[in-house]
């Protein structure tokens, strides 16, 4: 059988990650506002607890928007460091 030649692995996709959880967080805040009204309703149907689900995955995404900040500053400084040290570095004679 013949073997195939592995391509190169692509390079990572840089994605706005600070968007897409702040999205997502928005979502669980407002599925929280939105079941908040009908509580009892759902209650009486043994899904008392979406909202407070809604509320969790809110609070979570709060979490990971503080996370997700934190990792893309960190990123930058690397960049920036990476940058200056190179600008210090002489050039090949």
């Known amino acids: 059988m013949k073997k195939t030649a ?16 702040t999205g997502g967080t928005v979502l669980w805040l407002l ?3 939105v079941l ?17 689900i809604c509320l969790a995955g809110f609070a979570l995404g709060l979490l990971g928007i503080w996370y997700c900040r934190r990792r893309r500053d960190a990123i930058r400084r690397d960049a920036a460091a990476r940058r200056a040290q190179q600008a210090t570095e002489e050039p090949p004679a």
Do not use: Q, R, T, Y
């Open 6 to 21: 592995k391509l190169p692995a692509a390079p990572p996709m840089e994605a706005n990650d600070v968007a897409i959880v």
């Open 31 to 33: 599925g929280f506002l």
């Open 36 to 52: 908040i009204p009908f509580h009892s309703s759902l209650s009486a149907h043994g899904k008392g607890n979406w909202p407070w």
